[in-house]
Nanobody
């Protein structure tokens, strides 16, 4: 059973960089056909796919976030991470890491989800 666990700060100040890490167990992030994604859900809004790193190392970004987002992986720790720069209160959301055979906003694309971590951007 694949398990994902997000970690990161609960509170970030505006203009700072948000850093999140997803630790994966039960599967190697390099040995399956999965794409490993970051997805967020602002309060009262729908899911937004942000970025993904595929098992072969390929990286994809939501064009609306590409200038601020950076996704990376640490294969030695079986983790992947997301940095989001120049955050504003509009980046306040529950952030999820997830794994699936495809990428996008629809929740049905993903086979495994982390529990989610609340991030609030506020001074």
């Amino acid at each position: 059973q694949v398990q994902l666990q997000e970690s990161g700060p609960g509170l970030v100040k505006p203009s700072q960089t948000l850093s999140l890490t997803c630790t994966v167990s039960g599967s190697s992030i390099t040995d399956t056909n999965f794409a490993w994604s970051w997805i967020r859900q602002p309060p009262g809004k729908g899911l937004e796919w942000m970025a993904a790193v595929v098992y072969d190392g390929s990286i994809y970004y939501n064009p609306s976030l590409k200038s601020r987002a950076n996704i990376a992986r640490d294969t030695s720790k079986n983790q992947f991470s997301l940095q989001l720069s120049s955050v504003t209160p509009e980046d306040t959301a529950v952030y999820y890491c997830a794994a699936g055979l495809s990428i996008g906003t629809a929740s049905g694309l993903y086979d495994y989800w982390g529990q989610g971590t609340q991030v609030t951007v506020s001074s």
